[in-house]
């Protein structure tokens, strides 16, 4: 009963966590390690509730954690976007970013483009994170939204079911070990 109710609160946690509310952007991102120290982001960029498409947006890339960016995105969604990407600046320590801006009608409200894809070295440790991004009005350059991009939910719930499955193990290994000491006992 114990292991249903904190498997129950490990899924509660991951679920709240993949879809927190009251956003009107979200920025997915998926993680590909290509080697020796090579990375790329995949992100989908969906407008929930802004109420003017979503006609520009931009990735911050920390200064000190990335280097070399090299923008990937394939065709779709590259043909109907202006896609830039600026290095972190070592002298000034600025931070790089990805910028796209739409040469269509943008994302509605409601519509998702998936497919945006940059590559970079990573000097941080183990994997690369979340990144702040921002929602920019093209026309004003004010920014209308902004917030962390989220990796994706299959990120979070297979992150959760191997937290379950080591639970479920050390579990069982405990009860076999009580198993042995009552027959040892006998």
């Known amino acids: 009963m114990k292991s249903c109710f904190l498997a129950g609160a490990i899924f509660l946690f991951l679920f709240t966590t993949a879809c927190p509310g009251g956003l009107m952007t979200e920025i997915r991102y998926e993680t590909a390690d290509l080697g020796s120290g090579r990375w790329q982001y995949t992100y989908e960029v969906t407008n929930i509730s802004l109420t003017s ?7 911050w890339f920390d200064y000190g954690s990335f280097e070399n960016l090299s923008i990937e995105t394939p065709d779709p969604p590259a043909g109907d ?6 290095q972190p600046e070592p002298i000034l320590l600025d931070d790089g970013y990805y910028d796209a801006l739409t040469l269509d009608t943008g994302i509605g409200i409601g519509e998702m483009v998936s497919g945006f894809s940059v590559s970079f070295d990573w000097l941080g440790m183990g994997q690369p994170g979340s990144q702040f991004y921002e929602i920019i009005d093209p026309a004003t350059f004010e920014t209308l939204d902004s ?6 939910p299959t990120t979070i719930l297979l992150l959760g079911l191997g937290g379950l499955i080591f ?20």
Request: cysteine-free; hydrophobic content about 25%.
């Open 81 to 86: 976007w202006d896609e830039l990407a600026v």
């Open 167 to 186: 639970h479920i193990k050390r579990r069982q290994e405990t009860e076999n070990r009580r198993q042995n000491k009552k027959t040892k006992n006998s």
């Open 53 to 59: 498409a979503v006609e520009e947006f931009t990735i």
């Open 147 to 152: 917030g962390y991009t989220v990796p994706e």
